[in-house]
């Protein structure tokens, strides 16, 4: 059977009519998969949702216990039948409970990884490459200059700051589903032992890691914290909380962000950062290729990002190669650092005060 | 190098002083001579590398990647350097030796093939196991340094491509920014040497006395700053001194100063020059000529140098006298920027030192005197060498108040100045008991400019500011109308208000907000609506990168005028006029207001 019988793109996401459901769809539906608990890839209202326990129980905090008429929990590796197909769910080492989905009909396999990456996290399965007809990647860092540090490296910049200045509030904008609590595993393996203050955003979604037996230390509203506690903390907040009004409990803070954006100075400018933080959840330049040569695939589809560039490669590597171009993905955490804030039609300072 | 280079990384983005001077005093400390002399040279400006074009970098870079990527990369990240350090091929993962520099991918989990080292794709991807190896140890910058000033032309692509290869992504930033002279960082000479005072006791003006004469790497200056060794000592017989400088006046500060106290002197619209001259240790005597950040421009002016024939070191403007008139600085710019100078130039625009302070005189330092010691022994000086006019005193300019002194600064034609008016920027106000101490202390030494101009705005963009402003929208674009009824950006402002006008302004602009981009907010700015600013500046200049058509010199926020409807804030041809218009522009005789940077230092 062709691919496209078994999925293809429509205005909500991507749909299978051989098994009628979509994945990751952007508007309500029938029936959903959902790869992993960021909110544009799960969002509430749907008729039934198939994903991870751990993505379930993150739309349930997210949502409420109501975000779904009907839910059912996959196992990783577990193959389920659907309308004569198969589909399982892998880990796709972007977040926890987060997913690969692969669907198997008549001999033919695709793989809708959602969002992934290879590299080490404590807080998530790691990354498993399912062999596949089709692999489905999405391409946020497909450029090649897109080549992430070890997270080691960058936890030390942070680190390192915290000993020159001990005074002041090191303020970590972070996502609060996935990369704050990436963050704080990390600072714990580097041997902060301090208490990590936490924006009110981030307090639930960091409970419910800890159920997960993930030991991220002790953690503190960081509205309750006194000067003192405040002085040479680490502040984990959304990164818009960073240009929020928020942020002026901390006189003179350090301002730090941990995104891939980081990578691109001007992206780091024009967010206001002073202590940029280069530690993504999405796989780089290198991982993508890597990924997905260890596929075997035949066929690339790219979903969101710089797909012009990987479907590029991957032509050139002999594969069939396109892009689906769909909208709606990438927004959640690329908030803070849109990566294509046009700037206004304004001067610059003609020159420089004398 | 790698390390220098995320010195160079973290100061870039660091808005604070006190911030930057702690991350570089932080460096020197970690880091052994020879290495911080080197990067002190380079933060200094004391280096200077071989340029490279873009040109070369770009064929390094096409030399090694895919031009579709490239292409792609370059328009994505926007600055070619920045692109050329993050594409530029690393040597293949599994090639590299366990090393204790982390290298840029660490323990992965994905147990799969890494590239190989030969990939089916022709460029890019590999690279020798002996490069590898290189890589895995630091660069030290002195090898940098090295290998830019030994090479010659033709060695050039291939010597900064094995450097390349042997640094990691921000070291090739660093090192690409720095051949390419793009290196911003926002680092003054007189910021790093405060970093090496605080390594030890002294002060950042006792680094400033003993750097003359000093070259790199430094060593005998860390020595002395960490307590470790004797105070350096300079064998140059005419060495600089550091200048003093002077803060502007606010109209708010004059009611507070004693006009007895001070002596006034014309501000004239050159460039300032410190004249050395002295005798060397076989008796012939060196005359340099420096600019006020030190750098030796004798070479640009030997018809001055030549002339001077006094022992001491004085301080005064370098200024071109025509029939013993001084000349536009508009003229001044023929002759600066040029390490060499033609006997015509010399000619048509005769070099003059109108002096006002001396530092030396006959071997005897005379920087410790009150000035009107040292004016006493300057007017002897002078007086005792004519120097075929080539030398003369900046007169006093005298004042029984205040209100005397800002009439004479008005008009400066009618109250002494005569003929060379139009070189007058405003009064210099000493304190007559004030010591020559360098640096820029806050008090012996005021500015007073004339007036500066002033239009009335209307805000349209903000941008969030750094440091203690990070939550405050406190960056300014500000446009006037133009005759189609439009409002078109003339400025950005960023200072000027006070912390309270900070929050109303921030206030107005959270609640006005009707776009935004990035960490760019549109404010509303209609006729009626919007809030419109009143903006001082120093000077207008034609540009074609704006759009409207006119660039502000130092401009900053004056006055918020809540009660001024937008509709009735200045249009643009009111500026249009001002650059036309003699009234508005008695020192730029051309369409330019303002001075223009240079090199050579601006007063």
Not at chain 2, 205 to 223: K, M, T
């Amino acid at each position: 059977m062709r691919p496209e019988e078994l999925l293809h793109t429509t205005p909500q996401g991507l749909y299978s009519p051989a098994g009628d459901f979509f994945i990751d769809p952007t508007r309500p539906v029938a029936r959903a998969l959902i790869t992993h608990g960021h909110s544009d890839h799960a969002r509430a209202g749907h008729g039934s949702v198939l994903a991870t326990q751990q993505t379930l129980d993150i739309m349930a905090i997210r949502y409420g216990e109501a975000f779904a008429g009907t839910v059912q929990a996959a196992d990783y590796g577990a193959r389920i039948e659907v309308n004569g197909g198969g589909v399982t769910f892998h880990p796709a080492g972007h977040i926890l409970g987060s997913a690969q989905i692969a669907l198997e009909w008549r001999g033919c396999t695709i793989v809708a990884s959602g969002d992934y990456k290879p590299g080490a996290d404590p807080t998530a399965l790691p990354f498993a490459p399912v062999p596949c007809h089709v692999f489905i990647s999405e391409a946020t860092f497909g450029l090649p200059v897109f080549r992430h540090p070890a997270p080691a490296i960058e936890i030390a910049k942070l680190m390192e700051s915290l000993a020159l200045f001990p005074e002041r509030a090191h303020l970590v904008g972070a996502y609060a589903l996935g990369k704050a609590q990436r963050v704080m595993a990390l600072l714990r393996a580097a041997g902060h032992d301090r208490p990590i203050l936490l924006h009110g955003a981030m307090e639930k979604l960091t409970d419910y890691y800890r159920t997960q037996g993930i030991d991220l230390g002790e953690t503190r509203p960081a509205r309750d914290a006194s000067p003192a506690e405040r002085a040479g903390a680490v502040v984990l907040c959304p990164p818009g909380a960073l240009a929020d009004v928020w942020s002026r409990r901390f006189p003179d803070p350090v301002t730090a962000f941990a995104s891939g954006w980081m990578r691109i100075r001007a992206r780091a400018r024009q967010n206001g950062v002073e202590l940029p933080l280069i530690l993504s959840d999405h796989a780089d330049w290198d991982e993508l290729q890597v990924a997905i040569r260890a596929t075997g695939c035949e066929e690339l589809w790219v979903t969101h990002g710089q797909e012009d560039a990987l479907v590029h490669w991957a032509t050139q590597e002999g594969l069939r190669a396109r892009p689906l171009h769909m909208v709606g993905y990438g927004e959640e955490e690329g908030e803070a650092a849109a990566p294509d804030a046009p700037a206004p039609d304004a001067p610059a300072a003609p020159e420089v005060a004398p | 190098m790698n390390r220098f280079a995320a010195l160079l990384d973290r100061l870039a983005y660091e808005p604070r002083r006190n911030g930057k001077i702690r991350l570089i005093a932080d460096y020197f400390r970690h880091t052994p001579d020879p290495e911080r002399g080197w990067a002190l040279a380079a933060l200094t400006g004391a280096l200077s590398f071989r340029n490279a074009k873009p040109g070369l970098i770009r064929q390094l870079i096409g030399e090694r990647t895919d031009p579709v990527l490239f292409a792609l990369s370059y328009d994505y990240v926007g600055d070619l350097s920045e692109t050329v350090a993050l594409m530029w091929p690393a040597p293949p993962l599994a090639s590299l030796p366990p090393s204790p520099n982390p290298l840029p991918h660490g323990e992965r989990a994905l147990d799969v093939e890494q590239p190989a080292p030969s990939p089916p794709r022709g460029e890019g991807w590999g690279e020798g196991d002996g490069a590898a190896a290189q890589r895995a140890r630091d660069l030290p910058l002195s090898a940098i340094v090295h290998a830019f000033t030994h090479m010659g032309r033709a060695e050039m692509p291939a010597t900064l491509a094995a450097l390349l290869d042997r640094l990691d992504e921000t070291g090739r930033w660093a090192l690409l920014k720095l051949i390419t002279g793009g290196l911003r960082i926002g680092v003054s000479a007189r910021l790093a040497k405060t970093a090496v005072a605080a390594l030890g006791e002294h002060a950042p003006d006792a680094i400033e006395l003993v750097w003359p004469g000093l070259a790199p790497p430094y060593e005998e200056l860390f020595a002395w700053a960490e307590g470790r060794g004797p105070k350096p000592e300079t064998e140059d017989p005419a060495p600089f001194r550091p200048v003093m400088l002077s803060h502007p006046l606010e109209e708010a500060d004059v009611d507070k100063l004693d006009p007895a106290a001070f002596r006034a002197e014309w501000k004239w619209d050159g460039i300032r020059v410190q004249a050395a001259r002295a005798a060397g240790p076989d008796g012939r005597h060196v005359t340099r000529l420096y600019s006020r950040t030190g750098e030796d421009i004798s070479g640009a002016f030997p018809d001055l140098a030549e002339a001077l024939a006094f022992d001491g070191v004085v301080d005064g403007e370098l200024l071109i006298l025509r029939e013993g008139r001084v000349q536009s600085f508009n003229v001044l710019q023929q002759r600066l920027n040029r390490k060499t100078v033609s006997a015509k130039l010399m000619l048509e625009f005769p070099a003059h030192i109108r002096a006002y302070d001396v530092l030396v005189a006959a071997g005897e330092d005379l920087r410790e005197q009150p000035f009107e010691a040292r004016r006493a022994r300057l007017e002897a000086l002078i007086s005792a060498h004519p120097t075929e006019g080539r030398l003369d005193l900046s007169p006093l300019v005298p004042f029984p108040s205040w209100d005397d002194l800002a009439a004479a600064r008005a008009d400066p034609a009618a109250h002494g100045a005569g003929a060379d008016a139009e070189a007058v920027e405003g009064v210099m106000l000493k304190r007559a008991d004030s010591a020559y101490l360098p640096g820029r202390p806050k008090g012996p030494w005021w500015k007073w400019k004339r007036d500066p101009h002033s239009v009335d705005a209307v805000l349209m963009y903000a941008q969030r500011g750094h440091g203690k402003r990070s939550s405050y929208y406190s960056d300014y674009t500000f446009g006037v109308w133009t005759e189609a009824g439009e409002l078109v950006p003339v400025g950005k402002a960023y200072f000027g208000f006070t912390d309270a006008e900070l929050i109303e302004i921030d206030r107005f602009v959270r609640r006005h907000t009707v776009n935004r981009f990035g960490p760019v907010r549109e404010v509303v700015h209609t006729p009626t609506e919007g809030l419109v600013v009143e903006v001082a500046f120093e000077g207008l200049a034609r540009s074609t990168r704006h759009r409207s058509g006119l660039a502000m010199r130092f401009p900053r926020i004056a006055r918020l005028r809540w009660d001024k409807p937008p509709l009735e804030a200045d249009r643009l041809e009111t500026l249009e006029k001002m650059i036309g218009d003699e009234s508005h522009a008695p020192r730029r005789p051309t369409a330019v207001l303002g001075k223009q940077r240079s090199p050579a230092g601006e007063m």
